[in-house]
């Protein structure tokens, strides 16, 4: 199985976390994306967007890290990551849509912006921010995990880029149940940090 990422991207990040706690041991290849190497037709055959992560697992070919999360809870996961029964699974789609919607237009927009330099209205993504964190906190007030009694792909999903919201300087002290959900995240078998790995694992 092989990983194209960029090391820095909470994207990457969310499928490198996935593969270690499920034990699965995969190339990670670094794109040179200041080279320009997105763009090169050989990157495009991988994935026509030009974006990361693309995995590569034998003849299947991914793009899209939630849509990878969602294939190797299936393919390679327990049960629990990504229950089937009709209920869990849309309410398990709801917090995929969260990560893709909400969290990408507040932490992950602000951190681009403070860390990285990106263009944006940061005033409008620290907002969006705020507004997403105070939604997860309010969540897990009385629960463990966003939904069912185990962790999820919903859980991975989020995780990323609200456990860096300190690098668009939001402090998460604000959010004190979202702060033990964090912590119980960290403490799962085979976890792995967003600053963890190399060009290859």
């Known amino acids: 199985m092989k ?18 706690l499920l034990g699965i041991r995969a190339e990670w290849i670094e794109v ?4 320009g190497e997105l763009e090169s037709t050989a990157f495009r055959t991988l994935n026509p967007f030009g974006e990361v992560p ?4 034998g003849d299947i070919r ?15 996961g327990a049960a629990h990551w ?3 029964e ?16 909400e969290i990408q237009n507040g932490p992950r927009m602000a951190r681009g912006i403070v860390l990285f330099g990106r263009a944006g209205d940061l005033a409008t993504a620290l907002s969006n921010a705020r507004r997403a964190l105070a939604l997860l906190d309010t969540r897990v007030v009385d ?17 990323p880029y609200v456990s860096r919201a300190a690098d668009a300087e939001i402090d998460l002290s604000d959010y004190p149940s979202l702060g033990r959900w964090l912590k119980r995240i960290e403490r799962l078998e085979g ?3 967003l600053e963890a790995g190399g060009p290859a694992h």
């Open 32 to 35: 040179d994306h200041k080279g």
């Open 62 to 76: 991914l793009r899209d890290s939630q849509a990878i999360l969602v294939y190797l809870a299936r393919r390679h």
């Open 54 to 57: 693309v995995l590569v697992d």
């Open 191 to 193: 976890f792995i940090p």
């Open 3 to 20: 990983l194209y990422q960029i090391q820095a991207s909470a994207n990457c990040y969310r499928v490198r976390l996935m593969l270690s």
């Open 143 to 159: 629960r463990e995990w966003l939904e069912t009694e185990a962790p999820t792909v919903a859980d991975i999903a989020c995780y």
């Open 82 to 84: 990504l229950p089937l």
């Open 86 to 101: 009709a209920a869990d699974l849309a309410r398990i789609q709801q917090w995929l849509s969260f990560a893709a919607n």
